[in-house]
């Protein structure tokens, strides 16, 4: 790994090919998952809540077997979205740090040993006067995601906890004569319990933005039908 700060002078020539597949994590069966991106995730993933620790993540589910994308195919992902981890690239954000030696801003950086890096095949980064071509522009805006939600996801998870919407289930997917999956370890908005909040909680969440989420995680999960489906077309295929 070469990772080194972009720039408009040393990279300006530069381009990237927005490849895809199993050798850049795209085959995983469970993706990290930031409250900025739950609105547009959850129409197409089922979102579920993993513990590290203390601590609580979110993923979304992409397949039933280790190493299993569901929504990847020969052309790329088949989704209507595909999570900010993936969209990102070859590229990171790292904190500058200033004279003081204090962090600074958040800046772009790109990994020069990934081989979609160089590739005459690929797409500018910058624009000839030397500002962000629109592939950069789309890099940014996922690593925007990214960071931001680096510094908010597990306090938002926290408090969805706290608030009793998260409950440890074992999902148990049932595919017929197929047999069928349980995926263990993860926890789930208990629609049962967002149902019953108390009236003031249902306001502080609101007013906190935390309820739309909660919501949105519980609608999610109608999306398991979805993985049912793309599973036994793929065993059809086989």
């Known amino acids: 790994m070469n990772r080194v700060l972009l720039n408009n ?15 850049f994590g795209d085959r995983a069966n469970q993706m990290p998952i930031y409250p900025g991106e739950f609105e547009q995730a959850q129409r197409d993933f089922p979102i579920l809540f993993r513990r590290d620790g203390a601590a609580i993540d979110a993923v979304v589910l992409l397949g039933l077997d280790s190493d299993e ?3 990847l195919g020969e052309q790329g ?3 209507r979205y595909v999570p ?3 969209r990102r690239g070859p590229f990171s954000i790292a ?24 590739d005459d095949s690929g797409l500018p980064l910058f624009l ?5 071509a629109p592939y950069l522009q789309h890099v940014s ?6 960071y931001e939600g680096s510094q908010q996801a597990r306090a938002i998870n926290a408090e969805l906890a706290a608030a009793g919407l998260l409950r440890d289930v074992v999902l148990e997917i049932d ?4 047999g069928g999956y349980n995926v263990p370890g993860v926890l789930a908005v208990d629609e049962g319990a967002l149902a019953a909040l108390p009236d003031g909680e249902v306001v502080r969440l609101h007013r906190a933005g935390l309820l739309r989420l909660a919501t949105m995680a519980a609608a999610s999960l109608a999306n398991v039908s979805r993985l049912i489906e793309l599973k036994n077309k793929r065993r059809a295929v086989a």
Do not use: C, K, Y
């Not at 002078?9 to 050798?23: F, K, M, W, Y």
């Not at 200033?98 to 990994?111: F, I, L, Q, R, S």
């Not at 595919?175 to 197929?178: N, T, V």
């Open 95 to 118: 904190l500058a740090a200033d004279t003081g030696g204090e962090a600074g801003e958040p800046m772009v950086h790109v990994d020069l040993d990934d081989p979609r890096v160089g």
């Open 77 to 79: 992902w088949t989704s």
């Open 69 to 71: 994308n569901l929504f």
């Open 175 to 178: 595919l017929g004569d197929e």
């Open 84 to 86: 900010a981890m993936q």
């Open 141 to 146: 805006a996922a690593l925007r995601t990214i």
């Open 9 to 23: 002078v040393d990279h300006a020539e530069l381009r990237v090919a927005p490849r895809v597949g199993a050798e």
């Open 128 to 132: 000839p006067h030397g500002g962000d």
